[in-house]
């Protein structure tokens, strides 16, 4: 299991652990509008236990080899996270997801982040595919993907609830075998 991954001298990813409960948590609750607008977890998470309940609940996933999620530090400050929520080994494929704290919003943390992992999935965990879901309407995560040549693969409808409205998503794919962009910029 690595330690660390180094996107550049500014952006490192660091496994989630116990340790950053607290941490977490308060970036959490402090970005609590900001997330809700795209991620349906935010009433499930009100208290720190929650936190240390969702860090040991993907640590035995992480054990299981079924996801992985690390802690994104954007000049030693925890700014977010970012992982591989579901992991098919039979298919060679991922999932991945991730979450930025605004004030960390608009530098390029996320694309760097998403570029070290989506190496991270071909040439260390052997993977095939890695695939990204966003909200149709969710034009600066949607961004990503886009940015670092992953295909637009098509559209899922009413894939999502949140907070009571079904959203469609659009769905991206890249292949360890695809030519092109993972180094952009
Ligand atoms: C999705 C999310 C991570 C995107 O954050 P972001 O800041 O737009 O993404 P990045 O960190 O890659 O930064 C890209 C921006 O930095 C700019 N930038 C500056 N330097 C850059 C660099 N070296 N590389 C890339 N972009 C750079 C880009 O131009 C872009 O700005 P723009 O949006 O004005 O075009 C963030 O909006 C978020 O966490 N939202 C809430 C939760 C969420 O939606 N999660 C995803 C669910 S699918």
Redesign the pocket.
Known sequence: MPLELKADRDVVLRPLRLKHAATLFALTRENER??R???PWLDAVTKLEHTRAFITRMRELERTGVALTFTIWHREELV?VAGFNWIDRANRSATM????AEGA????????AVKALTEHAFRTLDLHRVEI???VR?R??R??PE?LGFRHEGTLRQAEWLYGKAVNHAIYGRLATDRGASGH?
Not at 97 to 100: E, N
Not at 105 to 112: D, L, W, Y
């Open positions: 900001w997330l607008r795209w991620l977010g997801g991730y979450w930025l919003a608009g530098q390029g943390v996320m694309t760097k879901r966003a909200a969710n600066a995560s961004a990503i940015r910029r």
